[in-house]
């Protein structure tokens, strides 16, 4: 069965900090992988994907994503981070077509000044 | 503008009653999506509908039924038999050639109180 982990809960950054939010995933063949953030009380939006071809992802509002097939992860990372970014943060993973999307429980961010 | 919509965003009901909480899509995408997120346990599917008139049970069907009459519908009735409905419900949308990438509504906080 496919699972993602998001092995933290809650991270601080300072305002103008790097930042790297850790995903790791499970799933038997090629994954497809997507970063999702939701801001309180909201939806989801998609910040990125990652379907074949390039490892390294670009995506909205200045985030990247990794894939590293050897270690099973799909980290997001962003050079500097803004207030405005404080929000929750899902890593999901599926194995494309119609196939179940699983979400990863979430990585909370605050961001300090 | 399109989108996804959810009505309303908040909704209070006595226990023991059903509730109805609504997604209309207007960006002609084929499969629809409810999930309920509860804090630190990410989203879990509850059904999904990948064609008018079609749909199947997610990982926690129990207590809940769905519809799809039209493609831009689909609706999520909350029974008395769900033990605890008291959650964050999100409804998404894809394309049915890129099924993975789920758009998502505003959401639905229902409290039963």
């Known amino acids: 069965a496919q699972s993602v982990t998001q092995p933290d809960i809650h991270i601080t950054v300072s305002e103008g900090a790097s930042l790297e939010l850790r995903c790791n995933y499970s799933y038997g063949a090629t994954p497809y992988l997507f970063w999702y953030v939701q801001s309180p009380g909201q939806g989801l939006q998609l910040l990125l994907k990652y379907f074949s071809g390039d490892t390294l992802v670009q995506g909205i509002k200045g985030f990247e994503a990794e894939f590293k097939r050897s270690q099973s992860s799909f980290n997001l990372r962003k050079p500097s981070v803004h207030w405005s970014d404080a929000a929750e943060y899902f890593c999901?993973?599926?194995?494309?077509?119609?196939?179940?999307?699983?979400f990863g429980t979430g990585t909370k961010l605050q961001v300090i000044p | 503008d399109g989108g996804i919509t959810q009505s309303p965003k908040y909704l209070f009901r006595k226990e023991g009653q059903n509730v109805t909480l609504s997604c209309e899509q207007n960006l002609n995408h084929d499969a629809m999506y409810w999930y309920r997120q509860d804090p630190g346990q990410g989203l879990r599917l509850i059904y999904y509908?990948?064609?008018?008139?079609?749909?199947q049970k997610g990982d926690i069907a129990e207590g809940y039924s769905v519809s799809r009459e039209k493609k831009e519908s689909f609706p999520l009735t909350v029974t008395s038999a769900q033990k605890n409905p008291t959650a964050f419900y999100l409804c998404a949308s894809a394309r049915g050639r890129e099924t993975d990438t789920q758009y998502f509504g505003p959401g639905t906080r229902l409290t039963v109180l």
């Open positions: 999901a993973v599926s194995g494309g077509g119609y196939q179940k999307v699983t």
């Open positions: 509908s990948q064609i008018v008139n079609d749909f």
